[in-house]
């Protein structure tokens, strides 16, 4: 089993950047894809973006391309997310996600994700 806390949110003014940290534990070494994914209040579980660390491919949901950046060290079991150009609408809880399912291409569906950290908020005043 993989454990997974993420760090980095908080309230920051539409245009501003944040990044995130997911620091994994455990069995990581089992682990093939980490991802983001988020969700606002009253909504679904959001993709936002996901790695393969056999490939290094990378996926974005389509609100969030040219802005946001994965990258990760899976050696040191850490994944971060940055995010720029932050819109109101970017306010969520953001989680971190592994998979231990092997793919060249990362899995962008949420099921595909059997581990999952607590998530961090973060909130774009206007």
């Known amino acids: 089993q993989v454990q997974l806390v993420e760090s980095g949110g908080g309230l920051v003014q539409a245009g501003g950047s944040l990044r995130l940290s997911c620091a994994a534990s455990?069995?990581?070494?089992?682990?093939?894809?980490m991802g983001w994914f988020r969700q606002a209040p009253g909504k679904e579980r959001e993709f936002v973006t996901t790695?393969?660390?056999?490939?290094?491919?990378?996926r974005y949901g389509d609100s969030v391309k040219g802005r946001f950046t994965i990258s990760g060290d899976k050696a040191k079991n850490t994944m971060y997310l940055q995010m720029n150009s932050l819109k109101p609408e970017d306010t969520a809880v953001y989680y971190c996600?592994?998979?231990?399912?092997?793919?060249?291409?990362?899995?962008?569906?949420?099921?595909?994700?059997?581990?999952w950290g607590h998530g961090t908020q973060v909130t774009v005043s206007s």
């Open positions: 996600a592994a998979t231990v399912v092997s793919a060249w291409y990362p899995p962008a569906n949420p099921q595909a994700f059997a581990s």
């Open positions: 455990g069995r990581t070494f089992s682990t093939s894809s």
């Open positions: 790695i393969s660390w056999l490939s290094g491919n990378t």
